[in-house]
């Protein structure tokens, strides 16, 4: 731990590594950000899902010498959610960081000091409102609520049947992917 207040040489070699990490974080948060755009709800799930299966910390902060292509877990999520609410997907977001929440105080690990300065929540917010105008101007349709779009509503739909019920989305699963492939150009 070290205290943020004493600017030494410590602290600058450590910020100096997370602005460097910042340049590949801010592609994967791009990425997170425009399937948000596109897919709505059914990312955030997905997000969750992966991880949960890959375990691990989801609050890691690289140090100096640690190599971090992704940004963790945690931030991922609170950009996730970020967009979710941009787009007017309130109850989605709602719905999802209740789930995560849930997630991460039945884990071990905890959100360190080092989160809230390589993360900072302003940051994510900024990289949140670009990613959606990039997105934009590449001439990408925006999902809302009430018009995901084709591939997105199902999307929606096989994670909603996955997170009311197993055998529900199992007995449909063979039904929704026939659909996507209908659907797709």
Not at 43 to 57: D, Q, T
Not at 148 to 158: I, M, P, Q, R, Y
Request: glycine letters at 4%.
């Amino acid at each position: 731990m070290y205290d943020i207040r004493n600017n030494n040489e410590e602290n600058t070699r450590l910020y100096d590594h997370w602005m460097k990490s910042w340049m590949n974080w801010a592609i994967e948060f791009f990425c997170d950000i425009f399937a948000v755009c596109t897919l709505g709800g059914s990312f955030a799930w997905a997000h969750l899902y992966l991880s949960l299966k890959r375990g691990g910390n989801p609050f890691f902060v690289p140090v100096v010498g640690q190599v971090s292509d992704h940004p963790n877990d945690e931030a991922r999520a609170k950009v996730i959610d970020i967009v979710l609410n941009q787009l007017g997907f309130t109850e989605k977001a709602n719905e999802f960081s209740s789930k995560w929440n849930s997630y991460t105080r039945l884990i071990s690990y905890r959100i360190s000091d080092e989160f809230k300065h390589a993360f900072p929540d302003e940051l994510l917010e900024k990289c949140a409102d670009a990613g959606i105008q990039a997105t934009k101007m590449i001439n990408c349709r925006l999902v809302e609520p009430d018009n995901l779009g084709k591939a997105a509503t199902l999307l929606n739909e096989a994670w909603q049947n996955f997170l009311s019920s197993a055998d529900i989305y199992i007995q449909g699963e063979a039904n929704i992917i026939n659909r996507l492939k209908n659907n797709l150009p």
